[in-house]
């Protein structure tokens, strides 16, 4: 039995700095709040949880002068900040850089009169903040099918949720383009580290019979890679929990592996050493 990981791995940097930043919180305030998940992985957020993290839905549910709330790793609308600096709340931007660098070309392009065309889940975290960045002048594509029906102008930009599949995305960016969207208004801001995973996922699922996505099910990235390693390979398992993973008892299977940018290193260390155990029946 062999198997090939998909590099990078493991958390992404705009996850470390998160988590990072959650740890220097916990240490000087006295109660932290997360607005949401502060990421996509469910046994991260519960062991931060365990050292005092309390997750929150809305910044009213906050009371107490000498706590801090952290902005999780998606980012947050422009309100949440204002409502936090009127009623004196402490904050603890956990935003990642790229996802910050999105929400201010949202901000620059509004204030200059453009519309937006966001290709992204419209009940992500993410593309809510960028929706909120771009005061009401965006528009969010889920589809080809929403892309084809968009109305075309010189004055609209294109730009993209940071976790999408890229090919998918150069598939919406073709349909605007011959619909009249200008070249020079398509901005692919996708995450370099998520492109990087995709690109080895296509390109490992073809040469694998059975792929492991390692990672929470209600991470976008994750699945997307799922999507993409399905395509290729028939037998794709995302696997969140090492219970997770099926039996292996085939010694002549060829193996790929490859973690959302939320999951830990720990955890496909696991699941390498059930991979090797499996092998050594």
Known sequence: MMYEIVRPAGFCAGVKRAISLAHYALKKYSRVYCLGELIHNEEVVNELCAQGLKVISDLSEVTDSESAVIIRSHGCPPDIYEFANRNGIKLVDATCPIVRRIQKLCQNSAREGKRILIYGDKEHEEVKSLLGF????????????????????????????????????????????????????????????????????????????????????????????????????????????????????????????????????????????????????
């Open 134 to 281: 771009s005061y009401g002048q965006a528009k969010v594509i889920e589809n080809l099918d929403q892309a084809r029906d968009i109305n075309i102008n010189g004055n609209t930009i294109l730009i993209t949720q940071s976790t999408k599949d890229e090919q998918k995305f150069l598939e919406i960016k073709t349909i605007l383009v011959k619909n009249g969207l200008p070249e020079s208004n398509v901005y692919n801001t996708i995450c370099s580290d998520i492109k990087s995973r995709q690109q080895r996922v296509e390109e490992i699922s073809r040469k694998v019979s059975v792929f492991f996505i390692l990672g929470s099910k209600n991470s976008a990235n994750t699945k997307n890679l799922f999507e993409i390693a399905k395509k290729n390979c028939n037998s794709c398992y995302l696997i969140s929990r090492l219970e997770d993973v099926p039996d292996l008892n085939r010694k002549e299977i060829k193996i790929g592996v490859a973690t959302g940018a939320s999951t830990p290193y720990n955890f496909l260390n696991l699941i390498i050493q059930k991979i090797k155990s499996c092998e050594e029946r």
